[in-house]
């Protein structure tokens, strides 16, 4: 996916929709979505656009914040950075796939719940609203942000002041993510050598450790 822009009319606002792909794209990197978002931005802040809102969607149907999901809201605060929340909208989504009651307590829980992860986006200012479906639904969320006073995001400040990409905060926690990930491979890698290892001196197969890779280990050993 790239990024689209949708011209429309919505009550008496003439209104431009950018949809970007999340940091859970399952056909780029998150280095290559930060790079395509990062581009928009800077070419829009050049044009002297800016934006009126900005609605982040979460899924009420899942059941808790996944890995991925805390990843995408940590780099989306450090995209807009924490003057911006006051033109932020946090929107639930696919509320017809759980019940009421199901739904609004993972609502609460994002909200004031023990991790909330909302809970210092709002202190700041993001509203909290909910996505039926409808039309109707859409044009609410919409009208909601369009008569805000345009801002930069903090991503757009960073670019303005010379930094790379890499240099910017939303740069930095993607780093700090790779590195983190990186580690926790090798570290994957040297558990599996160690059990490999004692499994050629023991002749004991570990569990971890499919029986037909280490048969195809000892015949390179013998």
Not at 12 to 38: C, H, K, M, W
Not at 59 to 66: A, E, Q
Not at 197 to 208: D, N, R, V, W
Request: net charge negative; proline share 3%; glycine share 8%.
């Amino acid at each position: 996916m790239n990024i689209e822009k949708i011209h429309c009319k919505v009550g008496p606002y003439n209104i431009t929709l950018v949809d970007t792909p999340g940091f859970d794209d399952t056909s780029r990197s998150d280095t290559e979505v930060l790079i395509l978002i990062a581009n928009w931005l800077r070419d829009s802040y050049k044009d002297r656009t800016f934006l009126s809102g900005i609605i982040y969607l979460h899924r009420i149907s899942d059941p808790r914040m996944s890995g991925s999901s805390i990843k995408n809201l940590r780099m989306f605060r450090k995209l807009c950075g924490v003057e911006s929340m006051g033109n932020v909208s946090l929107v639930t989504t696919m509320w017809d796939k759980v019940s009421r009651i199901e739904g609004e307590t993972r609502e609460r829980d994002l909200m004031i719940g023990e991790n909330g992860f909302w809970a210092a986006m709002i202190a700041s200012g993001c509203l909290v609203r909910r996505h039926d479906g409808s039309v109707g639904s859409a044009q609410h969320l919409i009208m909601d942000l369009a008569g805000n006073c345009p801002i930069m995001l903090r991503l757009q400040e960073e670019i303005a002041e010379g930094k790379k990409l890499i240099e910017t905060e939303a740069g930095v926690s993607l780093n700090e993510e790779i590195i983190r990930v990186q580690r926790q491979h090798e570290e994957e890698l040297r558990s599996v050598k160690e059990e490999m290892e004692l499994a050629m001196k023991t002749g004991i197969p570990p569990l971890s450790i499919p029986t037909f890779l280490l048969t195809a280990l000892k015949g390179i050993h013998d």
